[in-house]
């Protein structure tokens, strides 16, 4: 069973800061990928930020410049430091994480319960 847990979500003014934080636990062999995602009521859940084992980033056009999605693979964890905040950012975000559980094994996906991020005007 793997877990993922979120923290560092809350309520900041434009302009301002926050960091999210997803440590992953569990059964892990290899890690694929890690992202965040975020939902807002009504609308369908969007690709923020992913990384790969490698390295490699990739981010939606409206957060680029502003965000930065990094990994501490020793500790499985994932952060997003998100700056210059806006008020179309306030969404929940989710973690996701794709990955085996054995060398050449199947490729799963699991997600975080999601954390609240709110930017006030």
């Known amino acids: 069973q793997v877990q993922l847990v979120e923290s560092g979500g809350g309520l900041v003014q434009a302009g301002g800061s926050l960091r999210l934080s997803c440590a992953a636990s569990?059964?892990?062999?290899?890690?694929?990928?890690m992202g965040w995602y975020r939902q807002t009521p009504g609308k369908q859940r969007e690709l923020v930020a992913t990384?790969?084992?490698?390295?490699?980033?990739n981010y939606i056009e409206s957060v680029k410049g502003r965000f930065t999605i990094s990994r501490e693979n020793a500790k499985n964890t994932v952060y997003l430091q998100m700056n210059s905040l806006k008020p179309e950012d306030t969404a929940v975000y989710y973690c996701?994480?794709?990955?085996?559980?054995?060398?050449?094994?199947?490729?799963?996906?699991?997600w975080g319960q999601g954390t609240q991020v709110t930017v006030s005007s």
């Open positions: 569990g059964s892990i062999f290899s890690i694929d990928a």
């Open positions: 990384i790969t084992s490698g390295g490699d980033t």
């Open positions: 996701n994480l794709e990955y085996t559980r054995y060398s050449g094994g199947y490729h799963w996906t699991v």
